[in-house]
């Protein structure tokens, strides 16, 4: 049981947390530190959380468990004023999507004072954001990376994710530098080929969007997130994103050439491998 | 109303618009040609066709409406002797995803034998195929593009729009050299972009899949279509897929190129752009 939950950032992720650690009773309050009073005033009068602030230091004092729910840029710059703030013993963990610069941070911080830290990466977003749409149950079957290092603590490993498994969450645990290249290549990648997609139709002729079906859509949908986020993401982790984008682009001319040697059988076989991948996938 | 319609093909596809005419009652009699006994004797014994047979000739023996829902390459091959057995005054249409080569091959048999064809693709297609996924609400809110020449009757461009009005769908008309830019451009250029994603992953560590979530499962979907059926849609339209490639090349090279310049604001820019564009959608 966590006695006092701090969560800074209420946006989706963090928003979703609070709700489903009020829903299933996992702290005995809960404080959410948040920039707009407007957002923050929401989940207290919803009942999410039990109190607001907008002041860090004071929404951290004497609490055990911190979740750092702030875009992954914010939180590297504020990072310094969580390390003074939070309580003595107090577990920290975030929602970053990149991780090897974050972590990083923390075993630096962590040399001048020993909190506990261990990175998160919930793989539950949405292409919306806000509080307007967090919810209790986003985190029931997502999966869910921890990175710890050879620094990081056991009981606070275990604390996170424990948290995680209580809203449901699979956990997979991952190194941080081997995380942000997994990440690039399933997420980053996938979202600014989505992005290309859409672009190349709109050089060719934006009238061929009449005719596109549900294969379209579902396959750019995730250009459809904000672009706010996505900037940052993709500037975080652009040297994974880069390593990323070279694997694509040989598989992705591998594949044309294959096409245009006119080998059908060849083209059916490799064709058939990757839907073998793909339908392991679920 | 059709007295006899004739589908060749039982597939998704074909079975589906079988099934649909059947509930509608769009057609006094329908037969299937089909290859597999097995398959049109499923769809016999399950009351959607009302006979079957392997013999084309006798199949299209009297039907003044014919679709032709083989795969592409097959119809090419067969479209002689569908001209030779087809019933005067016929009305022909296919489910072909490309569009130029059939609708030729249609408009140089035509001038030998005047029989009114007009070329269909609707895009209604899944990752499974087979008579055993057919169903009639298949083309229920699907766009259907109809690529008419000059040399087309009206009265066979009006009932096959008709026919496919009734099934739910929505009508699309282009040229057909438009039509094959065009769904090289929302379909086959996605399929093999997904299917290269799948194989970047492969490339990079076939371990990062463990992190992959809701984002890249809908991105990728389209890569578990079956291969022999793209083998041949990538082949038939390799020359448009050729375009399509390319626009997303320097589509994605300038994406790329505003990740690695660094420039926030620009990418942000640029993002929110596409988003609008995608969002449109829906």
Known sequence: MIERLAVVGLGLLGGSVAKAARVRGLARSIVAVGRRLETIEAARHD?????????LARGLRGADFCLLATPVTTL???LPAVWAAAADGAVLTDVGSTKASIVAAADR???????????????????????GVARAGLFHGATVVLTPTERTDAGALARVAALW???????????PAAHDRAVAAVSHLPHLVADALVDAVVRMDA??????????RDTTRIAAGSPQMWREI??????ALGE??????KSLDHLEAMVAMGDGDALERE????????DRLG
Chains 1, 2 share one sequence.
């Open 47 to 55: 009942g999410t959380v039990d109190e607001v602030t907008t002041d």
């Open 76 to 78: 590297e710059r504020m």
């Open 109 to 131: 911080l962590a040399r001048e004072r020993p909190l506990r830290f261990v990175g998160s990466h919930p793989m539950a977003g949405s292409e919306k954001t806000g509080y």
């Open 165 to 175: 498994e209580a809203l449901g969450a699979r956990i997979v645990r991952l190194e």
């Open 207 to 216: 009238g061929f969007f009449e005719v596109a079906g549900k294969g379209f």
């Open 234 to 239: 993709f500037h975080d982790n652009r040297a």
């Open 244 to 249: 990323a984008l070279a694997a694509f682009r």
């Open 271 to 278: 064709l058939d491998r990757l839907k073998q991948v793909r």
